[in-house]
T-cell receptor, first 110, second 113 residues
């Protein structure tokens, strides 16, 4: 079963705009990660945020974590056509496995 | 530095057949996890191998089995294939527990007809 649920399921924006996607999860976590997947191929690790962190930045990416609401958000600033992909959150609660959400399909229009 | 290598890239099998998928982890990684991703869905955890043993298993039937070799490479075997086994199978490697993230391979697209 899916632990995380991304919202929205699909998002279409113009190049240069910001894209925000959200992830909600059900149980307490050790950390949360965001991944990108292009065209149904392998996933690429973007950023990891630990349960005791509230915000992290990496280049044009900004991730926030609210453990009280069991939610996280991924912000991509100044989006580019190359950002077109599916984005997944993945969580672990201390076991070895990560549970992935259903993903947000982002389309950036040039 | 080679990342995670999976083979084959694509595979077509008939219902009832058996299939073996292969994965070579990223250099320096000792843990291999396998995921199944159906079309339009997120990856589902199948199992994880560490020190040549299955360390944790997801909610998959015994038809799904695996192996890890001393060089950390891994195989995923699926017996008695069903149409519903058609999916993208992803291998992810990590060091110890993936607390720093997985490195994924490009996947094997399995089609069962």
């Amino acid at each position: 079963s899916q632990q995380g649920e991304e919202d929205p399921q699909a998002l279409s924006i113009q190049e240069g705009e910001n894209a925000t996607m959200n992830c909600s999860y059900k149980t307490s976590i050790n950390n949360l990660q965001w991944y990108r997947q292009n065209s149904g191929r392998g996933l690429v690790h973007l950023i990891l945020i630990r349960s005791n962190e509230r915000e992290k930045h990496s280049g044009r990416l900004r991730v926030t974590l609210d453990t009280s609401k069991k939610s996280s958000s991924l912000l991509i600033t100044a989006s580019r056509a190359a950002d077109t992909a599916s984005y997944f959150c993945a969580t672990t609660s201390g076991t070895y496995k990560y549970i992935f959400g259903t993903g947000t399909r982002l389309k950036v229009l040039a | 530095d080679a990342g995670v290598t999976q083979s084959p890239t694509h595979l077509i099998k008939t219902r009832g057949q058996q299939v073996t998928l292969r994965c070579s982890p990223k250099s320096g990684h000792d843990t291999v996890s396998w995921y199944q991703q159906a079309l339009g869905q997120g990856p589902q955890f199948i199992f994880q191998y560490y020190e040549e043993e299955e360390r944790q298993r997801g909610n998959f039937p015994d038809r799904f089995s695996g192996h890890q070799f001393p060089n950390y490479s891994s195989e995923l075997n699926v017996n008695a294939l069903l149409l519903g086994d058609s999916a993208l199978y992803l291998c992810a490697s990590s060091f110890l527990t993936a607390n720093y993230g997985y490195t994924f391979g490009s996947g094997t697209r399995l089609t069962v007809v």
